[in-house]
């Protein structure tokens, strides 16, 4: 039941692109994203519904497909402010639990 | 506005001792959410509250652990009897939920729960 995140890793050099990936098993209702730095609290990016759009703020953004039960976050432009660890959590139906995937790492390099 | 707050922020303990970890949720927030994240690890759930009541147990571990939220606010969680597999950090979160609509939920800085 836990989504599969996909890369485990990334390390990118400034200024570059990143895709993380994230699979289920089970149809979703929502996938919510989350980045976490060593230390701290996740920090909410964004959800995405079932039936929804395409979101994004800047230069982070993602996709829900619900057929293929995947979601993908996409940042463009990458800063050394967006190293961290990026977990999706999806929820099967609305108001159940969320799941979290074991997180992508990603490093950002000047 | 002041955001989640979890106190203490590191817990070190012996194998068999009862512990209490405390969680203050962004003032309104009527969801309350207790996770534990071990390290390399998404956060796993463990229970959430609406309200006074807890919605959903299902992600607590044994009977071992406990939480409540007497008030409707903040919520503490209880481990008795700690085993050395319970090291980990907890999280808590809240969100502010309305007609039942998925929420954002916001994280706390977290309790490093060590058990030696």
């Known amino acids: 039941q836990q989504p599969v995140q996909s890369p485990q890793a990334v390390i990118l050099r400034e200024g570059e692109d990143a895709v993380i990936n994230c699979s289920s098993s089970?149809?979703?209702?929502?996938v919510h994203w989350y980045r976490q730095k060593h230390g701290e609290a996740p920090v909410f990016l964004m959800i995405l519904l079932k039936g929804g759009e395409q979101k994004g703020h800047e230069k982070i953004s993602a996709s829900f497909n619900e057929k293929k039960q995947q979601s993908s976050l996409y940042l463009t432009a990458s800063q050394l402010s967006y190293s961290g660890t990026y977990f999706c959590?999806?929820?099967?139906?609305?108001?159940?639990?969320?799941?979290f995937g074991k997180g992508t790492r990603l490093h950002i390099l000047p | 506005g002041a955001g989640v707050s979890q106190t203490p922020s590191n817990k070190v303990t012996e194998k068999g001792k009862y512990v209490e970890l405390r969680c203050d949720p962004i003032?309104?927030?009527?969801?309350l959410y207790w996770y534990r994240q071990s390290l390399g690890q998404g956060p796993e759930f463990l229970i959430y509250?609406?309200?006074?009541?807890?919605?959903?147990d299902s992600g607590l571990p044994n009977d071992r652990f406990f939480a409540v939220r007497p008030e409707g606010s903040v919520s503490t969680l209880k481990i008795q009897r700690t085993e050395r597999g319970d090291s980990a950090v907890y999280l808590c979160?809240?969100?502010?939920?309305?007609?039942?609509?998925?929420?954002?939920?916001?994280f706390g800085p977290g309790t490093r729960l060590t058990v030696l």
């Open positions: 979160a809240s969100s502010e939920v309305s007609g039942g609509k998925t929420d954002t939920q916001y």
């Open positions: 003032s309104g927030h009527t969801a």
């Open positions: 089970k149809a979703l209702y929502s």
């Open positions: 509250f609406q309200g006074t009541g807890a919605a959903d």
């Open positions: 959590g999806t929820e099967p139906n609305r108001d159940d639990k969320i799941i």
